[in-house]
C-alpha cells in the first residue's frame, strides 16, 4: 500500500471505504486516458456511480487528495473550446498503487466469499437441528 496515506485499509468507517472505491475507480479511468472532472464523472456510471445524485465536488475532493499523495498529475489543457480545462493523469505511483489496491480487492474478495460459505454452512445446520 502507498505509504501511511490509509489507502485501502477502510479507516474512518464507511465513508473510507466508498473513498477507496471512488479514489480507485478514478485511478483506473485515468489509467486508460487522461481526462478532467467531469469527464472523469460520466466514466464513474461503469462502477455504479450515479452521476444525477453524485457531487462532482466530492470527485475534485479526491483528485486533489490523490494529487497530494502523488497518485494523480494535472496539467492545463488550452486547445478546448472555452477556458482551459484541467487535466488528470495517473502517475507511476499511482499505477503501483492501483495494482496493489487491485490485489488488496482479490484479497478481501476471497475472505468475503469464505464468510459467505461459512454462514451457508451454519445455517444449513441450524434449518437441520
Known sequence: MPGGHGYGRGRGGGGRRRMFFLESSLLLL???EPGHGYSLMSGLEEFGFDPVSFDV???YRAL???EAAGLVS?????KSLG????VYSITPEGEAALAAWVEALRD???QIEL?????EEAD???RRQ
Open 30 to 32: 485515468l489509467r486508460r
Open 115 to 119: 464468510l459467505e460459505k461459512a454462514y
Open 124 to 126: 444449513g445446520k441450524s
Open 83 to 86: 477556458p482551459p480545462r484541467r
Open 57 to 59: 465536488s466530492i470527485v
Open 64 to 66: 486533489r487528495d490523490l
Open 108 to 110: 478481501q474478495r476471497k
Open 74 to 78: 494535472d496539467s492545463w489543457e488550452e
